[in-house]
């Protein structure tokens, strides 16, 4: 089992930054690749951003790139999702995962974390 406790969210300007943190506990946190997905009100989760388990892959959703970038410290069990720029079209309750399989897009996550709200105000 692994545990996964997001935290950073908040409420924040148009054109602000946000850091979003994801804290994994359980298993061997570096044999994980992870993942930070989003669902806005009314809308499908859609994935945001991946990291293969040792940081050396990441990939974005189109509509982020340039603007968030994804980062892990195996050392503290963490993932970080920093977001800038950020825009309302943002706003969405923001969850962190994990896969325990090499990373691929669209592959399937075995943990989610409970999420944390971003909201961005115009």
């Known amino acids: 089992q692994v545990q996964l406790v997001e935290s950073g969210g908040g409420l924040v300007q148009a054109g602000g930054s946000l850091l979003l943190s994801c804290a994994a506990s359980g298993r061997t946190f570096s044999n994980y690749a992870m993942g930070w997905f989003r669902q806005a009100p009314g809308k499908e989760r859609e994935f945001v951003a991946g990291?293969?388990?040792?940081?050396?892959?990441?990939y974005y959703v189109d509509s982020v790139k340039g603007r968030f970038t994804i980062s892990r410290d195996n050392a503290k069990n963490t993932v970080y999702l920093q977001m800038s720029s950020l825009k309302p079209v943002d706003t969405a309750l923001y969850f962190c995962?994990?896969?325990?399989?090499?990373?691929?897009?669209?592959?399937?996550?075995?943990?989610w974390g409970q999420g944390t709200q971003v909201t961005v105000s115009s």
């Open positions: 995962a994990a896969a325990f399989r090499p990373f691929r897009i669209n592959m399937p996550y075995d943990y």
């Open positions: 990291i293969s388990n040792t940081g050396g892959v990441t």
